[in-house]
Every structure is written in structure tokens, then in C-alpha cells.
Nanobody, 122 residues
Framework: QVQLVESGGGLVQPGGSLRLSCAAS????????MGWYRQAPGKQRELVAT???????NYADSVKGRFTISRDNAKITVSLQMNSLKPEDTAVYYC????????????????WGQGTQVTVSS
């Protein structure tokens, strides 16, 4: 009914760049905050960056100054531009969105993408 689809992951050398994208589709009434999380093997999932519907952003200290989150409300997408990538950025990256379905005017729920692998290695 509501789906988030991610793309843009891959293999990149240290110091390189990648751009992740996430598109939402389905019976969407409203979209609130959106964000990116990541999880490396043996570690808990952690917040990378968030962005509100008005464009306010928040970043984890480990990525601040290197990553940029953005959104297109018309296309219902959220992106993550990753520059100066480091090996420790290697993880599965997940898109997240807080959505009210068009069939329910009151309830909000959190939705997740399937995840996309980012590997930073020489």
C-alpha cells in the first residue's frame, strides 16, 4: 500500500562520492520527516541524517560536513549525497519516512526501504 524504494548504492574508493535516492509510492496522504539510517555487520542501526517537511536537517556527528540530505516533496523522494567517503561508512543504508496514508486521516506510521549496500574500499 505504501512503499519506499532505494537506489544508488555500490562500491566506491575512499574519498569518493555516492548519491542515494529513495522514492515513496502508494496511497500517500501526507509525508512528515524523512531520513537515512545505516547498519554495519555486528552493529546496531544508527541514524545518519533526517530532514523535516520544511527542510530542516540533522546529521550524525560522524557524517556532518560530508553528507547532505535533501528532499523533493512533489516527487516524494529523499536523497543522500555522500562525499569524502571513508571505509567506516560501509553499511547497508535504509530510507525511512513518517507517512499518513490517504485512506486514514488520523494515523501516522513509520515506513522503511529495503536497504541498499554501500561499500567503501580500495
Amino acid at each position: 500500500q505504501v512503499q519506499l524504494v532505494e537506489s544508488g548504492g555500490g562500491l566506491v574508493q575512499p574519498g569518493g562520492s555516492l548519491r542515494l535516492s529513495c522514492a515513496a509510492s502508494g496511497s500517500i496522504g501526507s509525508i512528515g520527516p524523512m531520513g537515512w539510517y545505516r547498519q554495519a555487520p555486528g552493529k546496531q542501526r544508527e541514524l545518519v541524517a533526517t530532514i523535516t517537511s520544511s527542510g530542516s536537517t540533522n546529521y550524525a556527528d560522524s557524517v556532518k560536513g560530508r553528507f547532505t540530505i535533501s528532499r523533493d516533496n512533489a516527487k516524494i523522494t529523499v536523497s543522500l549525497q555522500m562525499n569524502s567517503l571513508k571505509p567506516e561508512d560501509t553499511a547497508v543504508y535504509y530510507c525511512n519516512a513518517y507517512i499518513r496514508k490517504s485512506t486514514d486521516s488520523l494515523r501516522w506510521n513509520t515506513y522503511w526501504g529495503q536497504g541498499t549496500q554501500v561499500t567503501v574500499s580500495s
